[in-house]
Each structure stands twice: as C-alpha cells, then as structure tokens.
C-alpha cells in the first residue's frame, strides 16, 4: 500500500506557486488510481499553516509541516534535513515535488540518505498493474518512456508545466509539526538575499501563454543590404512589453554574441531554444526570422500551436514543422502586430 507526500515549500508570503499545486495535482492523480494508497502533504518554509489552508479541499488525510525561519531560503543542508524528516514521518513510500531548481538540487541526496530512488522531469504520472508509472522525455525530447520501479521511497521530480495546476478548495488543515534540527554543519551557509533581475529585464516567462523566438534573420543584412539591429531590438521589446511573452532564441542568434557581431543585448543562452537549449511548455509559440531546423524544432516539442514567420517560403517551417507559415518580413509584421496591439491592448 502506498503512502504518497506532496513535497514542496512555501512562500515568503506563505503561498504555494503553481508548480507546487501541479505536483499535487499529479499526486492526487496518483492517489486516485492506486487503490489503498494515502495522500499526504509535507511543506517546508518559514510559515506553513497558510499553505496548508489554502488546499485543505485535497484528498490528503495529514498534513506535516517543517516551519522556522532557518527553512524560508533555499539551502541544500537545511532542505534535505527537512525533506528527510518529513518523509520519515509520513512514512512516505512515494515522494512528489515540483521539480523546482531547489527541489532538482536537494531531493537526490535525500533519496541518497533514505535508501530511495528518484526521477527527474517527470512529465506524467499513473497506473499499471496496479504499480504506479511515471512518463519522462529522453534522447532531448525525442522519446517518450513510461516506466516504474520496485526501491522505496521513490523520489519523483514533476516538470512545471506539465501538469495542470490543483484548483482544490481552502479550509483548515491541522498541520503535524515534524521537529527538525539540522546539524552546526547545516547552518554554515548564509543565505544574505536574493539578486534578481528587474521584472522588464527578465524575458524568461514560464508561465506566459505565448513563446516568441528570434532567430538570427533579426540581424542579418535586409532588402537594402544593411542590418537593422537597433530596429530589431525596439520591435522585439515593444512586442514582449505588449504581449508579456516568454522570449526564446534560435542557437545562432545568441551565438553570434560570441562571435563579436551586433546582436541583441537581452539575449543570452539561457533564451536559447532546441536540442542544446530548453524545451519550455507554452500554448502558442510564434517564431520569427529563424529558419526551423530540426535540433532548433527540438525545442518546440511542447508548444501547442506554432506558427512562424520567415522570408524563405522552402524553410523547415513550411515542411510541416509550423502549423502556421507567414511568408512575409518580420520587421514588418512585428511592427504592424505591435501598432494593433497598442491600439487595441
Ligand atoms: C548538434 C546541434 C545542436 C543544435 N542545437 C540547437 C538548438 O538547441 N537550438 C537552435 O536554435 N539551434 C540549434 N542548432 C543549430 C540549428 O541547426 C540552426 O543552425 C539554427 O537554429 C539556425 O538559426 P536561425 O534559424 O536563427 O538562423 P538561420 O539559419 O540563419 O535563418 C535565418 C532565417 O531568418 C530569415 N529571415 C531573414 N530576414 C528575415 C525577415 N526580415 N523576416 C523574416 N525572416 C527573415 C531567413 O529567411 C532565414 O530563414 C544545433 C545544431 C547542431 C548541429
């Protein structure tokens, strides 16, 4: 019989994020279609009450919490002792977690600690047998593989985004606490604050419905024979400001900073698209002024519905990689796009 946790922290502000309500949803997902089994939920932060109110309409039967100001930060020492704690003390057989950057860090040492196994990017989770499965994208997103394991506690990292988010209902949980008291060493890491970049600098929006990609045609010499950088770079902006799209980057194009040509500023790696880029989850993607090549295209995989605009009607956009080709000049699509939408916002 299995006994599945919801693992994840809370807020500064005592809220869950989206991910962490996807990871439950796919424990819940998992509850439903394993007979006998028991959901459990295990939070983690400085407060937790607020949390576990928030989705005390689930089907879980307990709640444990680690709470304390030395669990608000993310810091592996204090994380995995907490981790370890909660999943003693549920007895956790299976273990889910929004495969967060601070949940991807710390929950392989755990397993490590328990005994256990885990598998990261999760994408879907459900039954065979009578066993519980998870899904997960191999060879970069090419293959698809459903499989399961025998080692407990198992460790199931859920990629955000894959899974839709937990509506359940509020109330009033009544959270067991789980005393936790990481070792001198566990405390040798101060985290003094967190450095972000600016709302309008960040072009990395997960959570956007739309992904607009640019490509290296951005940069290239146009229909006069010269470049319009400085051009390329307003209409990219005023669109992502008027649109709030997630921004993505063929490989090429955030290469050629590399390469000391003119290139767009706010683009870094970390934009870039495919197989030796990200596969983000969006519901629309539009991509503009690239050519659509197949490790490009990897990158795609995820992305509901996709259109594209290029020059070059013979581009891997127009051979069934798009459902939707736009033949024309990106300057003056994006401009024009950019004008009805100021118009119309
Ligand atoms: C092993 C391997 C891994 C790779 N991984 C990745 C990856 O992860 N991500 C990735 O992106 N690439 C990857 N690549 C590179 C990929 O194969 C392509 O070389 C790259 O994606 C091409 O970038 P691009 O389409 O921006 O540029 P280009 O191929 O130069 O295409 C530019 C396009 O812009 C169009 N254009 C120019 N001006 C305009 C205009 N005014 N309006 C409309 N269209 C215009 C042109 O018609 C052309 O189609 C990988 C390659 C290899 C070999």
Redesign the pocket.
Known sequence: METILLLTNTETDGSLVKPAREALHAAATLHKSLAGSKLVVGLVGESVQAAADSIAACPATRYFGVAGAEFAPSRYSTDAAAAAALCQAARATLVLAPATSRWNRVLPGVAQRLGGRVDGHVTGVGEAGGKPTVNRWYYRQRLEAALTRTQRPWFILVDPGSQKACECGGGTAAVEPVPVNPAPAGRRTTVVGIRAPQADAQTIRPDAPLLFVT???WT?K?ADGRTHVAEAEKLILDFLKVTRASLGS????VDLGGEGEAVLPFLSHLN??????ATPRHAKGLS??????E??TV?WRFIGERRA????PN?GWARGKADVLYV????AVVAKVNQLLAAHP
Do not use: N, R
Request: with cysteine.
């Open positions: 490509g290296a045609g290239k146009q063929s490989k090429s194009l870039q698209i495919g197989q030796t880029g503009t002024c690239c050519h659509g090549e490790p490009h990158g605009i290029s020059l070059d581009c024309a000049d990106a300057f």
